[in-house]
């Protein structure tokens, strides 16, 4: 009994949020408790949720990558850019995936080389790539039919779509990274003690560099699931998300300073976001409320998170 | 003589006013347009809400912290205002409000900052605040506005527009603020050694919060001028302003990390910052362009002054 107290103790306090909200939501309306809208919460989450592994990599070294966003929206409008000039669909994804590995790594150089604080680098780096995409595009969206985007969106394997599993795929990689591998041990690292590391020979400008760049790496690969889901390149479709990454990051217990934490809690938060978004949209709430009540709930989320730690610290 | 051109020179400012000069001459080389009376009044028209805006945002850098909620503080506080006066409040009960609003997001913005990384928490709360614009708009857009309001985005005082008299107006007192008083040394001493200004017993969260506070009124002002120069408000009317206002206030020598710079540089810094946008205005560049070059600015300008602080550090 006692083993089990411990265990829910454990939990970060944001699987309490997200049950209460769940509760709240299944009361004010009977649609909410079904298998199609847990299967619609599903896919609603897996773009945010890849980008916010991926900010969990750089929160981990006590970073912040507020470009991830703008390199999600920007692999989307390269891949039909590309395509409608005759660059076949696979080939311009993973194009576009190399070069968003590309923008992590000049933001990694960016801040390592130049000792920048990550969220101004990664601030101006946002506004250079989001100019990127709206020159590409001429502001608006651009379009190429294909099937690919169909299949990835409503095939599925063990009653699973293939975006969900490929959001799998991508957790199961960055887990491994992290946790069981040289470069994963350096992450954690970079964010606890950057000295004891140099001191222990291993090179933090390098690895900081690897970070940022892995981190764009996966962002690529969140901007093909989300081109899949949009169908179509928007230079604005992801504006905001590396924000809610990083909500979703610092629910899910990592901290920003002292490099704790880790990928699995981060579901936690990007589910909490998630959740609240799809409840109001069921429970009825006006499109012009919306906005101003998720960005106040993930807030009051964040702080009570933070609050919460203050105390049991003290 | 030599030692006032050496404390110029040591000055955090001095590049910038080098780059400030340089770029002037570039811009009537390269722009034959730049150089008429026109658009010499069209620039510190321009540079005005830029100027209130990111002089306000000095003193929470000076501190240390960041405020990325200007821009939305802005937009909001000009939306309530217009809906205020479209319903007949008189304009100075209106004026009065949306300042008491902004000091109330500063408060919170700065109570916030306290427990949270000011960069995280305001970005949260520069989502809010668009959230509320779009509810206090309702999805649509108010325009035309009475003329003794929109006097103050678009009017004169002889040769000069209000609004410039206005920005120049805040910018004197926050210089005065800053540099000439008890609370203006203690802002640049808590943000130059936090703990040492903890234990020599200043009223650090006070400091921050209230710098705090002062960059939310000079947003809500700079909303209400924009609402007034538009003669229209819209949710989304202050987000461009956001980038702007950091850039400028980096361009200008403010350090991030706090402590160094000051108001003097900002001013240098929205110049600059409205001339390169103004000459790609002139040369008919893209608009989509514009963020980029202001990224890129913002990065090369905050490397350099890293790079020279080390460069101190070493000799």
Redesign the interface.
Known sequence: MNNIKQKLKALPPVSWMLLLIIIVFSLASPNYLTFSNFHNILIQATPLMIVAFAQTCIVLTQGTDLSLGAQVSFVTVLIVYLAKRGVPLFAGMVIAVLLAAVIGSVNGIIVAKGHILPFIATFGMQNIVNSISLLLTSGSSIYYPSYTYRFVTEATFLFIPMMVWIAILVFIMVWIVLKKTKFGTNIIGLGGNREALALAGINPVKNLIKTYAFAGFIAGIAGIVTLCRVESGQPTVAAGWEFQAVAATLLGGTSLREGKGGVTGTIFGVLLITIVKNGLNIVGVRSIYQNAIIGSIVLLAILIDAVIKIRSKE | MMKFIEGIKRSKSFYSLIGLIGLVIISSVIAPNFRTLNNMITILRQTSVLLILSSGLTAVLLTGS?D?SVGATAGFIGCICAKLIKSGVPISVAFIIGIAIGALVGFINGT?AG???S???T???N??M???A??VM??AVIYDLPKNFTKLGVGYVGPIPVLVIIAAVIVVILYVLLQKTTYGRQVYAYGSNAEAAKYSGMPIKKIMKSTFMICSICAGIAGMIITARLNAADAAMGDAYG?QT?AAV?IGGTS??GGEGGVGGTVIGAMILTIIVNVMNLKGV?S?????????V??AM??FD??SK?KKQFD
Do not use: E
């Open positions: 960041m990325l916030l427990i949270l990384p960069f995280i928490a970005y949260a709360t989502w809010v668009s959230g509320l779009i509810i309702n999805g980038l950091v980096v991030m990390l893209s989509f362009a514009q963020p980029m070059v202001v990224g890129i913002i990065i905050v490397l890293i790079n080390m």
